[in-house]
């Protein structure tokens, strides 16, 4: 088996091998994965901290051996809490700005390393907060499918990250995180933190958000905002109508 970590801020995990296949993740600085298959241009890779399979290019990242991967996977490395930390790589004195939850891989006082090439870590790396204040750091990032950062990110990107960034690490889709948690009763046995999911008019669950309290709920649509939340499910004050049908409530805390 081989594999890999990403050197750069982030980089996309597309569904097929095609810089016009669709995003269907991200990869952030630090994260490490298994590679399944070559080609010319492309990786297929399995990512170690939810198990996504997806197409990376094969200038993103570099390659990481055997032992180092064990390492990182028992002892998880730690993460920036900012929207954005500068990285400096000191081989050509260029910034890398990471994306919160990025991985400090190998840190060594506030300098990491990947492979050959040694960043260091400009300024705080920052420290935990609680569930509502990481999530609401999001406020107003953009919707993007498949996203991971503040500067783009999805429904269960969102709930992944921010639960990341409190020690809390769940898969990476809305349809496997439902699978996930003990389920709570009722919206009226809710607490903050809990995730709320949603399903289509087929009863597939498509979406998924964080519980605050007194009735409201923190999610990426369009994007990432506090909207009310009631039996029926997520009623947008903006639209003036109900906009997500709730499927089920679940805790992971």
Not at 149 to 176: E, M, P, W, Y
Request: hydrophobic share 40%.
């Amino acid at each position: 088996m081989e594999y890999g970590i990403c050197n750069l801020a982030v980089i996309p995990l597309r569904a097929e091998a095609s810089d016009r296949s669709e995003q269907v993740s991200q990869i952030l600085f630090g994260e490490a994965f298994e590679i399944l298959e070559w080609t010319e241009r492309w990786v297929k890779v399995v990512t170690q901290s939810d198990n996504y399979t997806g197409w990376i290019g094969r200038l993103q990242f570099v390659m990481l051996g055997h032992i180092a991967y064990q390492s990182l996977k028992h002892t998880p490395a730690p993460l920036t809490y900012r929207a954005v930390t500068q990285a400096w790589k000191k081989a050509d004195n260029s910034v890398l700005y990471l994306p919160a939850g990025s991985s400090l891989v190998f840190l060594d006082g506030v300098t990491c390393c990947i492979g050959t090439d040694r960043f260091e870590i400009v300024g705080e790396i920052g420290e935990r907060e609680d569930i509502a204040t990481t999530a609401k750091s999001f406020l107003n990032a953009p919707y993007l499918w498949g996203g991971r950062t503040h500067f783009g990110i999805d429904c269960s990107g969102f709930t992944q990250v921010v639960f990341k960034l409190n020690n809390i690490h769940i898969q990476r889709d809305a349809s496997q995180q439902v699978l996930e948690g003990k389920l709570v009763e009722n919206i009226e046995h809710a607490r903050l933190g809990d995730l709320a999911f949603f399903n289509n008019p087929e009863g597939r669950v498509t979406h998924v958000g964080i519980m605050f309290n007194n009735g409201r709920i923190i999610h990426a649509s369009g994007k990432v905002k506090i909207d009310s939340i009631d039996n029926e499910g997520i009623y947008s004050e903006e639209q003036k109508r109900h906009t997500h049908k709730l499927h089920s409530i679940k805790r992971f805390m």
